[in-house]
């Protein structure tokens, strides 16, 4: 089995009555993208929408070739230690890190270490991957 060709990944709270500046103050670190429920924000395609809930992201540097556990320790080393602060915001917001995989060919793979395991689950982050296949089927 390889490595996997390439990963991104983005921590993510997600919530109707997120405030940024709230949870930017209690992680002490700013996102690298932030809005409010119905806030006028700009797509990736340019194009002007109103948020449909509040967002507050922050992206480690891509990864050629994959390497999910340095990613996350870079999101989380930005971030408080402070596991209380984590429950808080784990009980007010959805909490996840979204991962994209993306394959160069059919069989691929990772490894994740036991301590980006127990980083997650102790700050409440659920693991979201996506994987996108390099294969012409």
Request: charge should be negative.
């Amino acid at each position: 089995m390889g490595s996997v060709h390439r990963s991104v990944a983005t921590l993510r709270f997600i919530g109707d009555d997120l405030d940024p500046d709230e949870v930017t103050a209690l992680l002490h670190s700013p996102p690298t993208q932030a809005y409010r429920k119905d806030e006028q924000i700009i797509g990736s395609n340019g194009r002007m929408r109103i948020a449909s809930t509040g967002s507050w992201r922050l992206h480690a540097t891509d990864s050629k070739p994959e390497d999910l556990n340095a990613q996350i320790a870079e999101i989380l080393g930005r971030l408080t230690p402070d596991l209380h602060i984590w429950t808080h915001l784990s009980s007010r917001y959805r909490l996840d890190l979204f991962c994209g995989l993306f394959l160069n060919s059919p069989n691929e793979g990772l490894c994740l270490s036991p301590q980006s395991l127990r980083a997650l689950g102790e700050r409440g982050i659920e693991l979201g991957l996506d994987i996108y296949s390099g294969a012409n089927d």
